[in-house]
């Protein structure tokens, strides 16, 4: 079955770049989407197919893939980006796929 | 406003079937073009998809659950259903239901773009 390996945490100091990589087997390939959870709340939409941005997300947020790797970008990253973000994809054979989920901290 | 919305027990016993139902406001299951999704996420960790159906009746599941699980759709009640057969405590978990849409452009594209708010299944 497809894998999404995201790595379990990444911690960004208010106002730098945080970067959240996803990676699986010939990802660019494959169309990545981006959701946000905070505590106690469902999935947000962040980014679908690839790089482009939902209703409403502010544009600190971007996304690209190549390679093996899809890579989502919170540029200036706010306290109130503190979160789980989860990439997902498709894959013929095992449906949706989720990838374990990266813990952004801010500090 | 598209709104889903969750409902079932929120305690099972082991061994027993789970069933849950979600209520789709805002838009027609019938109208086409989405796919209607069940996924888990289990106390602490991240989101597992469980499995998916079109309104005419297709469905695609987890390969890792296929074999309990059971997705099914009303149109005239626009809600859709889930059954997971033989539950045990591993299967304890917030269950969200979310409407999905799988585009091929270069390759197949899917993202899930409404959820619901989530029902805690308790297995006990």
């Known amino acids: 079955s497809y894998e999404l390996t995201q790595p379990p945490s990444v911690s960004v100091s208010p106002g730098q770049t945080a970067s959240i990589t996803c990676s699986g087997d010939?990802?660019?390939?494959?169309?990545v989407c981006w959701y946000q959870q905070r505590p106690g709340r469902p999935p947000v939409p962040v980014i679908y197919?690839?790089?482009l941005r939902r209703s409403g997300v502010p544009e600190r947020f971007s996304g690209s893939n190549s390679g093996n790797t899809a890579t989502l970008t919170i540029s200036v990253t706010q306290t109130m980006d503190e979160a789980v973000y989860y990439c997902?994809?498709?894959?013929?054979?095992?449906?949706?796929?989720f990838g374990g989920g990266t813990k952004v901290t801010v500090l | 406003q598209v709104q889903l919305q969750e409902s079932g027990p929120g305690l099972v016993k082991p061994s027993q079937t789970l069933s849950l139902t979600c209520t789709v406001s805002?838009?027609?299951?019938?109208?086409?073009?989405?796919?209607w999704n069940w996924i888990r996420q289990h106390p602490g960790k991240g989101l597992e998809w469980v499995a998916n159906?079109?309104?005419?009746?297709?469905?695609n599941y987890n390969p890792s659950l296929r074999s309990r699980v059971i997705i099914s759709v009303d149109t005239s009640k626009n809600q859709f259903s889930l059954k997971v057969s033989s539950v045990t405590a591993a299967d304890t978990a917030v269950y969200y239901c979310?409407?999905?849409?799988?585009?091929?452009?270069?390759?197949?594209?899917?993202?899930?773009?409404?959820w619901g708010q989530g029902t805690t299944v308790t297995v006990s």
């Open positions: 197919q690839d790089s």
């Open positions: 997902q994809a498709w894959d013929s054979y095992t449906g949706v796929v």
């Open positions: 805002g838009d027609s299951i019938r109208s086409g073009g989405h796919y």
């Open positions: 010939k990802l660019e390939d494959k169309y």
């Open positions: 979310a409407r999905g849409k799988l585009e091929l452009r270069d390759f197949y594209a899917y993202d899930m773009d409404v």
């Open positions: 159906i079109y309104y005419t009746g297709s469905t």
